[in-house]
């Protein structure tokens, strides 16, 4: 099977919906966004071994592969509609790449995107996405707009990715059960693609948790200018990690990345709204901080306890170059 035979069998399906002028086929793709909105374009590269482990399953390898790119369009409240895959690979291997498509495949359809272009070659196994998608002109989130005295609200629960992680890198030992959900969490996020949208016009800012809410929440700060107190009693663990010391417990979920729910900021006048949102999607979400104006010599991000007293806290974000 040659690059075109692979390309053409796995991953030009007749059943993708057609949003695009002209997609798969030419050596550009013609896409024409609807009246009134910018694109949001975002792109995400998974190496193996970095990113996920040598011997994931394919399918669902595929699905996070673009789980990831669509929960950065969700922190922008976008809607996707196209994306383009690079994909590097050791061979050609019908039994994986069959598998890869359909894990790909399936969360395309459930979202409504299209797979409009790419590239394949050999080489290390490296999967490369880039997305696209539509916001109403002036209506994106972005981390620059949270307002000092605004809220910090995260949504869905957290650590459970990061748990799955310390246990394949023997660093943590869980039950079969425990691991089951762990791994659930880590290989097939949930893209809050609908809870991103919904959150326009009452998020003042907002980004997508990928690397830890420590760190992540610290990106907010620094492009609005602020600090921020994160309630160590408030963060909502997974209730899987329960049977763990509290704090690792809290270690999983301040500093665990992979878990892809949306960290956001809101005045405290919207709390009745966001509630209600979290009704409407059942979908939990918490208050877990709030924002303050910038202190000289604090910390972009400070975990406090319940009478509101510094806790010592030395994780921060993941860093691909870091120590």
Known sequence: ??????????????????????????????????????????????????HFFAD??????????????????????????????????PAADTAWLDAFSRGLFHLAQLHGVELVGGDTTRGPLTISIQIAGEVETGTALTRCGASDGDDVWVSGVLGAAAAAVAQRTDALQLAPEMLARCLDRLEMPTPRVALGRALRGLASACLDVSDGIVGDLGHICERSGLRAELFAESLPVDPVLGALPLATQQKLALAGGDEYELCFCAPATRREQILHLALEHDLPLTRVGRM????????????????????????????????
């Open 1 to 50: 099977m040659n690059e075109f035979d692979l390309i053409k069998r796995y991953f030009n399906p007749a059943t993708q919906p057609a949003v695009a002028d002209l997609g798969i086929g030419d050596d550009a793709a013609l896409l024409t966004p609807r009246a009134g909105c910018q694109q949001a374009i975002s792109v995400d590269m998974l190496v193996s071994g970095r």
């Open 56 to 89: 994931v399953d394919p399918w669902r390898l595929g699905y996070k592969s673009l789980a990831v790119n669509l929960s950065d369009l969700a922190a922008m409240g976008a809607v996707p509609r196209w994306f383009t895959l690079a994909l590097a690979l």
């Open 292 to 323: 303050l104006a910038p202190l000289a010599g604090a910390q972009a991000v400070q975990l406090v306890d319940g009478q509101g007293a510094a806790l010592a806290f030395s994780h921060g974000a993941f860093d691909h170059f870091g120590a």
